[in-house]
């Protein structure tokens, strides 16, 4: 199934396609909800309409109540419709969509819903619908790096949300600036990138050769073919029946049982990754943090796989997904003291392990991380804002001001990272009964992004205060 346009709809369906969109511009967003949800129920290649979709579910949860009361309720009362969608999703993957959608209308961000969209997504061969809920899923969960990487490869390959792709995947690199995957997969979008802004568009300007189009696309196609992530099913089964037979010609190919062990990994084949990555450390002496790295990386996937296998019907879900994630935590920090150790002097390890310890409320092992993790230039001005937010937590709070402050002076611009130190630094103030310092901090934030956080709510209620 192809992905549409507005021109290939049926005309019933682009006529109510269209009153959808005249109803969004009124801002009469449920009745543009029902309509872009009909529209998209019989035709779920529309990926027009779904972005169209997309914009209203924003807009109207942007106007409501965000309470954790309300987030509560949505996300109980949204479950059933969650469990029913998993049980359509193999048979009847257009339906599972539509379900969700359901959902989405009242809790555009559930990471639950997207995902499978996702899933159906790739089962329908939709791939620009799956980006748009892949951006969605990374916003959600910024540092989670199996997803970045498998949104960057989806955007490289249709083009939808490059450039929000590469900005995620960047701000990755800077915090774990030699993994191979994200190295791997920022390739993916250089390449893809340089075959459309520099090839074909080049070419029709009369500016390019034909010979340059075909050399760079060569090099995106071997990319892809060799590392891409997120690879489709067919691709992916040709490609693992490849690498185990020339590894049984070539036992000791130590990049070939890498390459197999990621391909595992993305067929969930779990077991048979890990055994791969164990069997190359006992035979490369020299193997090195990435291997560990990935090797912990598979085992955090693998827990999480489990999560998404749960029935939410059972009985006992809430148990057993407590006990996956307290196993999955307690796997995190042993492994990652594990690390720390075999490799003393590696600060990126030291970051990650205070993050951990600070997630777990070990605040003084937290803390004696972070001050080491300092002297790592790619995780200095992160680590500064862990350690005040220690020091916040230790009722220290002049600390943390100094911390922060710091921080900020030696943070140019202003990105995320920017704003996240400085709304701390109003939490700070807050938490010290300085209002008047707190609030110039948050105006801060305001007046360029009234979204981020809770600073609107903040503000809002300040000025209505007086």
């Known amino acids: ?63 409501a109540s965000t309470g954790f009361f309300k987030k509560m309720m949505s996300s109980a009362g949204s479950s059933p419709q969650i469990g029913k969608a998993k049980l359509a999703l193999n048979n009847h993957p257009a339906e599972a969509m539509a379900i969700v959608e359901q959902v989405l209308n009242s809790d555009p961000n559930n990471s639950f819903a997207h995902r499978i969209i996702v899933e159906a997504a790739s089962v329908l061969d939709l791939p620009q619908t799956a980006v748009l809920s892949l951006e969605i899923l990374v916003r959600n969960s910024p540092k989670d790096k199996a997803l970045v990487v498998e949104f960057a490869n989806l955007a490289a390959e249709t083009g939808v949300e490059a450039e929000a792709a590469e900005k995620y995947l960047n701000e990755l690199i800077r915090t774990t600036p030699y993994d191979p995957d994200l190295q791997q997969a920022q390739k993916n979008l250089s390449a893809h990138r340089t075959l459309d802004e520099g090839g074909y568009a080049a070419l029709e300007d009369g500016k390019g050769s034909f010979r340059d189009v075909l050399r760079n696309k060569e090099e995106a196609v071997s990319l ?51 055994a791969l990555y164990e069997r190359i450390k006992q035979n490369d002496v020299s193997s090195d943090a990435a291997l560990d790295r990935a090797i912990a990386d598979t085992t955090l996937r693998q827990f999480d796989f489990q999560l998404a296998q749960l029935n939410p019907f059972d009985a006992d879900h809430a148990t057993q997904v407590e006990k996956i994630k307290a196993d999955k935590a307690a796997f995190q920090m042993a492994e990652c003291q594990k690390r720390a150790e075999k490799y003393p002097t590696d600060l ?11 997630q777990a409320g070990k605040i003084g092992e937290a803390i004696a991380e972070f001050q080491k993790a300092q002297a790592n230039p790619n995780k200095r001005l992160a680590a500064m804002s862990l350690l005040a937010q220690c020091f916040a937590k230790r009722g220290m709070n002049d600390s943390a001001v100094r911390t922060l402050q710091n921080a900020i002076k030696e943070k140019p611009g202003f990105d995320e990272e920017k704003k996240d130190l400085i709304y701390h630094l109003g939490c700070v103030f807050e938490k010290m009964g300085k209002k008047a310092e707190a609030i110039e901090q948050f105006l801060i934030i305001y007046e360029s992004d009234v979204t981020y956080r809770d600073v609107g709510a903040k503000v809002d209620a300040h000025y209505a205060g007086q």
Do not use: W
């Open 1 to 63: 199934m192809a992905e549409k346009t507005m021109h290939e709809l049926a005309p019933d369906l682009r006529r109510m396609h269209t009153k959808a969109v005249e109803a969004a511009q009124r801002e009469n967003d449920d009745y543009a909800l029902a309509l872009f949800c009909q529209v998209l129920e019989k035709e779920p290649s529309f990926f027009e309409g779904r972005k169209a979709l997309r914009a209203v579910q924003a807009r109207k949860s942007a106007g």
């Open 224 to 274: 892809e073919q060799e590392k891409r992530v997120q690879k489709t099913e067919d691709v992916a089964e040709r490609l693992i029946g490849e690498y185990e037979a020339r590894l049984e010609a070539e036992p000791d190919n130590l990049k070939m049982m890498r390459s197999l062990a990621e391909l595992y990994t993305q067929k969930s084949q779990f077991s048979k990754a890990l």
């Open 348 to 358: 990126a390890i030291r970051f990650e392990l205070g993050q951990l310890y600070f």
